[in-house]
C-alpha cells in the first residue's frame, strides 16, 4: 500500500541551528513533491515544489532535496529562528496530493 | 483581499443534523479542492472540480455532496452527521488539475465541525 512518512512528530531545536525533516515514501512514483508550512488554527501554506529530474531547490533559507531512488525528500531550514516554529507537511503530487503527517518544529530563542 | 475563504470558521451541531460549508475563492483558478484533517492532523483529499466538473471523488461517503455552483464557489453539504465527521474541513484552489505540472495549493483558513 501507498505510504508516506515524516520524520518524527517533533523536533525541537536552538535558533540558529538547521532543522532537517525528512519525508520517505513507498508505492509512489510522483512527478514532483511539495512542501507546505501550518500554523495553528490555519490552512497549509506552500513553501516549495520539486521535480522528479531536480536534485535540490533553494528559497531564502529554505532547501529542498528529492531522491527519487531512496524515495526521499530532505527538507531544511538553515539559520532557524522562532518564528519558524509551525508544522511542516510534505505532498506527493499526481492526479492528487498525498500528504504525510508533517513534523511539528519548535524553535527554541 | 483574502483569496480562498470559507465559512463558518466553527461549526457546532448535533447528530443526524444536516449542514453547508461554503467556500470561495477569488484567484481565477480553475481547480477548487475539499480536504478532511483528522484529529491525527492527516489531511486527506475528498473532492476535486476543475472548471465545475467533478474530477476526484475519492471514498467518501454519499452523505457528502460537493455542490459547484461556478468556477469560483465550492461547497459542502453533509447530510445525517455522526461523531466520526468532526475535524477540520479545508478547502483549496488551484490554478490547473491535480495532474497539472506545478499543481501549488492555496488553501481556506478551515471549519472546525464538531458534532455532539
Known amino acids: 500500500s501507498q505510504k508516506i512518512e515524516q520524520n518524527s512528530e517533533a523536533l525541537n531545536i536552538q535558533e540558529g541551528k538547521t532543522a532537517t525533516l525528512t519525508c520517505n515514501y513507498t508505492?509512489?512514483?510522483?512527478?514532483?513533491l511539495q512542501w507546505y508550512r501550518q500554523d495553528p488554527g490555519r490552512g497549509p501554506v506552500f513553501l516549495l515544489l520539486?521535480?522528479?529530474?531536480?536534485k535540490e531547490k533553494r528559497k531564502e533559507r529554505l532547501k529542498v532535496t528529492f531522491d527519487t531512488t531512496l524515495k526521499q525528500s530532505l527538507f531544511h531550514i538553515t539559520a532557524s529562528q522562532p518564528a519558524d516554529s509551525a508544522t511542516y507537511l510534505c505532498?506527493?503530487?499526481?492526479?492528487?496530493?498525498?500528504f504525510g503527517a508533517g513534523t511539528t518544529v519548535t524553535v527554541r530563542a | 483581499d483574502t483569496a480562498v475563504s470559507q465559512t463558518p470558521k466553527y461549526l457546532v451541531t448535533q447528530m443526524g443534523n444536516d449542514k453547508s460549508i461554503k467556500c470561495e475563492q477569488n484567484?481565477?483558478?480553475?481547480?477548487m479542492y475539499w480536504y478532511k484533517q483528522d484529529s491525527k492532523k492527516f489531511l486527506k483529499i475528498m473532492f476535486s472540480?476543475?472548471?465545475?466538473?467533478?474530477?476526484i471523488n475519492e471514498t467518501v461517503p454519499n452523505r457528502f455532496s460537493p455542490k459547484s455552483p461556478d468556477k469560483a464557489h465550492l461547497n459542502l453539504h453533509i447530510n445525517s452527521l455522526e461523531l466520526g465527521d468532526s475535524a477540520v474541513y479545508f478547502c483549496?484552489?488551484?490554478?490547473?488539475?491535480?495532474?497539472?505540472?506545478?499543481?501549488?495549493?492555496?488553501f481556506g483558513p478551515g471549519t472546525r465541525l464538531t458534532v455532539l
Open positions: 483549496a484552489s488551484s490554478q490547473d488539475r491535480g495532474d497539472a505540472d506545478g499543481n501549488e495549493q492555496f
Open positions: 508505492n509512489y512514483s510522483p512527478a514532483y
Open positions: 520539486i521535480r522528479e529530474n531536480e
Open positions: 505532498a506527493l503530487a499526481g492526479y492528487k496530493l498525498s
Open positions: 484567484l481565477g483558478h480553475d481547480t
Open positions: 472540480y476543475n472548471n465545475k466538473e467533478l474530477i
